[in-house]
T-cell receptor, first 113, second 115 residues
Framework: DAGITQSPRHKVTETGTPVTLRCHQT?????MYWYRQDPGHGLRLIHY???????DKGEVSDGYSVSRSKTEDFLLTLESATSSQTSVYFC????????????FGSGTRLTVV | AQSVTQLDSQVPVFEEAPVELRCNYS??????LFWYVQYPNQGLQLLLK??????LVKGINGFEAEFNKSQTSFHLRKPSVHISDTAEYFC?????????????FGQGTTLQVKP
């Protein structure tokens, strides 16, 4: 399997606290993505990166920020967590011309109480 | 902009019966199409993809899908399902000329295989 890991795997946090999720890859893929998965909505794109320090917003970016200071790491930060951000978060990687699809991480289950 | 609609949220089926999971997409440009499977408490795995060429594509675990451009559909089929096929299935689309590789996913279909 491709080397992509997410941490933590599970997290419970309180409303109003900042939270950072990490995605780490060892495949040297250019593109990295953060999605959230919610019942009835499938996967929705939060933010994505097309290179070091190059990021852009997805369809549900409000309340989230990202950073990519190295090729292998893509961080997702919830500035002030809300209950509506309780979800399962998936990171994915992709490389131009490489099977045109994604390789996914195992996900982070985040609960905001 | 593209969109994907999976027409059934849940599909119950008995073991060894055939199954079809339906996917329709909307796009004004040429697209690539994908099916992913998610087993409980796991990430998503690629089942199959359509990039070009033959409209019938075969994937892992005996699944196949047919691209129908006129009906903008990409339905997933398996002639005989097993209990182990119980999972959630996602259809996804991306622009073939996209320089970001962004995938747009459908809402998902839960396949429940009963003994």
């Amino acid at each position: 399997d491709a080397g992509i890991t997410q941490s933590p795997r599970h997290k419970v946090t309180e409303t109003g606290t900042p939270v950072t999720l990490r995605c780490h890859q060892t495949e040297n893929h250019r593109y990295m993505y953060w999605y959230r998965q919610d019942p009835g909505h499938g996967l929705r794109l939060i933010h994505y990166s097309y290179g070091v320090k190059d990021t852009d917003k997805g369809e549900v970016s409000d309340g989230y920020s990202v950073s990519r200071s190295k090729t292998e790491d893509f961080l997702l930060t919830l500035e002030s967590a809300t209950s509506s951000q309780t979800s399962v978060y998936f990171c994915a990687i992709s490389e131009p011309g490489f099977n045109y699809g994604y390789t996914f991480g195992s996900g982070t289950r985040l609960t905001v109480v | 902009a593209q969109s994907v609609t999976q027409l059934d949220s849940q599909v119950p089926v008995f073991e060894e019966a055939p199954v079809e999971l339906r996917c329709n997409y909307s796009s004004s440009v040429s697209v690539y199409l994908f099916w992913y499977v998610q087993y409980p408490n796991q990430g998503l795995q690629l089942l199959l993809k359509y990039l070009s060429g033959s409209t019938l594509v075969k994937g892992i675990n005996g699944f196949e899908a047919e691209f129908n451009k006129s009906q903008t559909s990409f339905h997933l089929r398996k002639p005989s399902v097993h209990i182990s096929d119980t999972a959630e299935y996602f259809c996804a689309v991306r622009e073939s000329s996209s320089n970001t590789g962004k995938l747009i996913f459908g809402q998902g279909t839960t396949l429940q295989v009963k003994p």
